[in-house]
């Protein structure tokens, strides 16, 4: 893992008017580290992603993001972004999909459309280069939405529930996918979710959050299977963390924090 | 709670049905309404003929018929005359209705000034004009003919456009956000592309509209060589069946555009949203 870290919030509070949405939040996310935040609706979870996005302004705290202000971050693309919609424009071909973040960015043709093979090939969609997003699966679009994400190869990876909308099967392989291309780039994630169980075998942290005031009242380690092996990850080393006896100690753990949270 | 109710009366003049990409007509489809039309002419033959009607009130088809029969080559060229000022100031005028719209989308200012006066040019009969157009430019160009049509189809290219690039989906203008678009990539990339449809849209309502204006700014002076100039000579020389020939004329030259305009709202938003095959 390198030395600096994706991203650092010291003290960050948000407040909607009256609402406060986050509160003292004290989060650092390492270089190659896989982090999930997780809590009921309304905990804060998608304003924080959207804070470090530079999308939303923090009312208090400091936010870095790969060592600069998050505005400078966006500006200079050092994340990227996947919500849960896929969000693929219709007009574009898969590919030029993929390209739009580098075409924003003004790279020229030609590298534009060598890099969107290179990621079109990591996320298994090769053959598809030259479809139209409506021609795609809606797993197969999110995996497109992923490669777009990863154009400018950033240090870091913004997921909002990216496969909130995907069935339980496709949404088990997206999971599988995900973690060997997260091991492949290196890259950093920071990934918002519902599902426990998501956020157990992904993660190397699990953030628990809680609402009103919204804020981190546990961090459980997660089951992310080892990044040596990641390289060369299959699905069934992670469908070997999914059936361990440590994945269900995890899961209780996380379970059992986002109970005291809500007590509390 | 009462006030809840009242957006819904004006709700269809906002909504997109306005993007109808053209119903599938049968293989017959076209067989009814030219029956109709061919009744119709008969009769009309008829009736004119049985009743008596004096020919300042209403010729019959066939006197009309023989009137167009007689001239082909000066219906050509006053079709053509006309024909051209519809097409320049149809293109000029969706040109500008498309960048007046991008410029009001691209800041509020300019939406705040740009949209109370194209809602007011769209109350204003712009055919009127005509006469102070011919008065400031000349009886002897085409100009003031080619404004009125540009003006009169900037309104719905505009109001249509507008629409368009306002219905950008929230993730979509998000991404944009987050890819540190500029207020033109954004444009380009994203609302522009969206609005396509909605263009077209615009573009077809116009078409037909740019020949009735060529057609009546002819009716206020100026240049002798068009449709609208003809018919208004012919009939102040009680030349009725010669004037109707000419109405004729102007409704095939309106068809022409309306279907030119079909044809292109067809083909641009089939290309641009081609769907599963």
Redesign the interface.
Known sequence: MKGTSAVELVGVDKDFGEVNALSGIELTIGGGEFVSLIGPSGCGKSTLLRVV???EQPSAGTVTVGGKPPRQA??D?E?G?A?Q?A?L????TVAENVE??L???GMAKPQRQARAAELLELVGLADFAGS?P??LSGGMQQRVAIARALAPSPRLLLMDEPFGALDEMTRERMQAELLRIAGETGAAVLFVTHSIPEAVVLSDRVVVMSPRPGRITEIVTGRRPAVGKAAELDPDDVEDVRESSAFFAAITAVREALRKGHEA | MTTSKVPHRFANLHGDSGVQVGKTVGKFGWLPPVVFGVGALALWEVVVRVAGVPAFILPTPSAIGAQIVAQPAVLLSTSWATGLNALVGLVAGFVLGVVLALLAASSRLLSDLTTPVVAAASAVPIVALAPVFTTMFGSTTEIPRRLVVMLVVIVPVFIATARGLRQVQPVHAELMTALAATPWQHARFVRLPGAIPHIMTGLRLAAPAAVIAAVVAEYFGGLQNGLGSRISSAAANTAYARAWAFVAASIVLGLLFHFAGLLAERLVTRRTLRRTP
């Open positions: 996005a530079d999308l966006r500006v693309q994340y972004i919500f919609q969000g424009l219709e007009w574009r739009l973040p075409h924003v960015h139209r409506s021609q």
